[in-house]
């Protein structure tokens, strides 16, 4: 199970946010560079050009750090993903939207979602998640004028997507090297969901 983003310590004051996102900052570049398994909290604050106590006093370790950035990088995602939803012309076109921005950020975040096991690409809580429901539940009655069943539609294919992004990024790079294979599984995800949300 993913660390709890309980365990990152609520920021008091506007240097303090600062000095957070200087934390994740060098914690998101070590991460970027494959340096992150080395590295120690130490090296992480003096990357950030920040002492242990300041680390410390924002989260509970660096597992806390790593929950935290990419809870970060999740939301960044997920307000692309809602604006590329919103200029989709098709129920397909959407699909492949979604599939291929999906895999692009799994593969970006491949030694975060490795290391901390995340379930989901398109939000940290629940709450974040059924927000992003309900505004493709909308897309796709207002736009394609489908008539989806329940919310748990766009839920699985929202689910459907993710997992397989993070799944292709974290255990098959190989398999998703080329950009010729990568276009395989945007086509080959987007064609399963469109036939699933299709069907209703």
Known sequence: MPPSLARVKPVQQKRSEEM???????????????????MSVHDIAARAGASVGAFYGRFADKDAALA????????????EFLEKSRAAASLDGWARMASALALEHARR???????????????EGRIA?????????ALFRDRFGMKL???????FALAFIGAMARDAAVHSEGLIASSRTRDWFVEQTARAVTAYLARR
Do not use: H, K, Q, W
């Not at 996102?21 to 992150?36: M, W």
């Not at 990088?73 to 997920?78: G, K, L, P, S």
């Not at 069943?149 to 839920?155: E, H, I, L």
């Open 129 to 137: 998640e059924v927000a992003v429901i309900d505004r493709l539940a």
């Open 20 to 38: 957070r996102d200087r934390l994740l900052e060098a914690l998101g570049s070590a991460v970027d560079a494959g340096e992150i398994e080395a």
């Open 149 to 155: 069943s329940a919310p748990t539609d766009v839920a």
């Open 109 to 123: 975040n491949r030694a975060l979602l490795a290391r901390l096991e995340a379930t989901s690409l398109f939000a």
């Open 68 to 79: 935290a950035l990419l809870a970060r990088r999740r939301a960044d995602f997920v307000a």
